[in-house]
């Protein structure tokens, strides 16, 4: 399976700032040389010197995630934030075979549903869409956020085939078994397995992670151990966690422990706060391998979500 990120923020879009824009600017006109521009090949050199926060950016879209599988017409998605816009204008720009569309709902925050009324395919009538949640009334609560005086365009003028299914057990979707678990999150939140040919993916966003989760019982164990990659609301520091106890989110040191008490060989830090710029997004990344080098915590691959990250398992 091959996961692309479309968007990779909590909370609320968070465009990157003209300041932000100066502030890298100045910082990589600081560190240039004479030297550095004299060839096309040392001015490559040098922008791939630059740490990443300063060449590039880690996004601002809210979360979106999809699946794609092997000469299929099908993908799997979890969550319609806004980055399921940028997807819906790279299927069509790319004129992507794809045309059957699985979407998973985490839950209905507004930050996990706004980027659906944008989604260019869902118009296309030749398109199927089949939505999944383990909440009832899908239909209903997806179409309340295109009424007027809201959006101008409702529900049902989204052309596509679109079938609303109540997720009480597993499903099977694209050749993969897709399984459920309730995470703790004000109003509920889920988190979604997928496993295909015994590799394992975990979608766990807006995840405030409790004692609970760490318990080795029978339902905990089926779900996240040994997982091959685990994408887990890593919003807060431990300060700021500490101070939004309630608020629905985790801190990043919490979920490095989370990954090594359940085997997981590759996590991928998601969620993050809006008002965090790249480098101190960045900075928190270092500081998660820190944890795991100074808690001699062994087998676990570390990853920044960012826009267009691709990672195939």
């Known amino acids: 399976m091959n996961i692309h990120f479309w968007g990779v923020r909590g909370s ?63 993908c799997i998605i979890f969550d319609c934030g806004s980055g399921l816009r940028e997807m819906g204008m790279s299927h069509i720009i790319s004129k992507s075979k794809i045309n059957h569309y699985h979407i998973f709902l985490s839950h209905f925050h507004w930050d996990h549903l ?20 383990p909440v009832g009334g ?11 005086p809201y959006f101008p365009i409702t529900f049902e003028g989204m052309a596509s085939k679109k079938t609303f299914h109540y997720m009480e057990n597993e499903f099977d ?24 040919n015994g590799k394992r993916f975990i979608y766990s966003t807006d995840t405030e992670l409790t004692q ?19 994408v887990i609301d890593c919003q807060y520091t431990l300060g700021e966690a500490i101070e939004k106890y309630n608020w629905g989110h985790s801190a990043f040191s919490l979920a490095v422990d989370f990954a ?4 997981i060989k590759h996590m991928v830090m998601f969620h993050h706060d ?11 990344l270092q500081s ?14 570390l990853t920044l979500a960012t826009e267009g990250l691709e990672i195939s398992i």
């Open 12 to 74: 609320i879009p968070t465009p990157t700032t003209p300041s932000r824009i100066k502030s890298k600017i100045s910082a990589i006109i600081q560190q240039i040389t004479p030297e550095d521009l004299e060839t096309p090949e040392n001015r490559e050199s040098f922008l791939a010197s630059l740490p990443p926060w300063l060449f590039g950016t880690v996004g601002g879209n809210s979360p979106c995630i999809s699946l794609s599988f092997d000469n299929s017409e099908e």
């Open 114 to 133: 706004q980027g659906l009324p944008f989604f260019g395919p869902g118009y296309n009538p030749a398109n199927k869409i089949d939505f999944y949640s």
């Open 138 to 148: 899908l239909e209903q609560i997806l179409s309340g956020q295109m009424t007027a």
């Open 173 to 196: 979707v694209c050749g993969c078994k897709i399984t459920k678990k309730k995470m703790n999150h004000p109003g509920g939140s889920y988190a979604y397995c997928v496993n295909q």
């Open 212 to 230: 609970n989760d760490f318990i080795k019982n029978d339902e905990n164990t089926s779900f996240f151990k040994d997982a091959d990659l685990l």
């Open 260 to 263: 090594a008490n359940w085997n």
């Open 274 to 284: 809006p008002t965090y710029d790249d480098h101190k997004l960045y900075g928190i």
């Open 288 to 301: 998660a391998r820190w944890y795991l080098e100074r808690m001699n915590i062994k087998g676990i691959e």
